[in-house]
């Protein structure tokens, strides 16, 4: 065998491994849920670096879900983009723009993005905010202030997740203790 037919040997089994990479991996993410809703991706085990060799670990008892999860589908309301009415959407809602009036989305995420604005009431099944929202923001699984967040009204929900830097001016209403709590974050 001449060099030439050694390179393409090499090169068709190195093209055949890395075919054969992406196909295990794409197995694995559906084996483990990595997208199972469509809405909220599910975290992967932990990798730790010790002596510049990547370990796997087990994931930790609790579950971490990462605070905005990527809006592969659904609705999107550009930055110029302005609506005076109500919203009611069936998939995820990403808000760029200024809503005035209901936005919702009742099993699925609903993402105020730092430019958006909307007001008088959000709900969905995940709520990210990390712009302004005044008056009542609803969510059924749980909400997240993120850095740029700006929150007046009432805040409903089971779990609330406030980052540094979020403002809220808002009565807390957690469903699971069933009482109210004022709280100033800023």
């Known amino acids: 065998m001449g060099i030439q037919a050694w390179f393409i040997l090499i090169g068709v089994s190195a093209m055949t ?7 295990r991996r794409k197995a694995r993410q559906r084996a483990e849920g990595s997208y199972s809703s469509g809405d909220v991706p599910q975290p992967s ?4 670096l010790v002596s510049d060799i990547a370990v796997e670990q087990s994931p930790p008892k609790a579950t971490v879900i990462p605070l905005v999860a990527p809006l592969k589908e659904g609705s999107r309301i550009g930055a110029a983009t302005s609506i005076t009415g109500n919203i009611t ?5 990403l808000v760029k723009g ?8 009742s099993h699925h995420s609903l993402t105020v993005n730092a430019s958006g604005q909307v007001a008088p009431y959000i709900e969905g099944g995940f709520v990210t905010v990390d712009g302004h929202v005044s008056g009542t923001l609803k ?13 007046q009204g009432v ?7 406030c980052e540094v830097g979020a403002w ?4 807390v209403r957690h469903r699971a203790v069933q009482q109210n709590v004022t709280a100033m974050v800023s």
């Open 45 to 48: 085990p932990a990798v730790s």
């Open 89 to 93: 959407a069936n998939e995820p809602v």
């Open 17 to 23: 491994l890395i075919v054969w990479d992406g196909r």
């Open 139 to 151: 969510a059924h699984a749980r909400a997240t202030l993120l850095p740029q967040a700006t929150v």
């Open 168 to 171: 809220l001016q808002a009565n």
């Open 98 to 105: 200024n809503v005035q009036g209901r936005v919702v989305t």
């Open 155 to 161: 805040i409903d929900t089971p779990c609330l997740e």
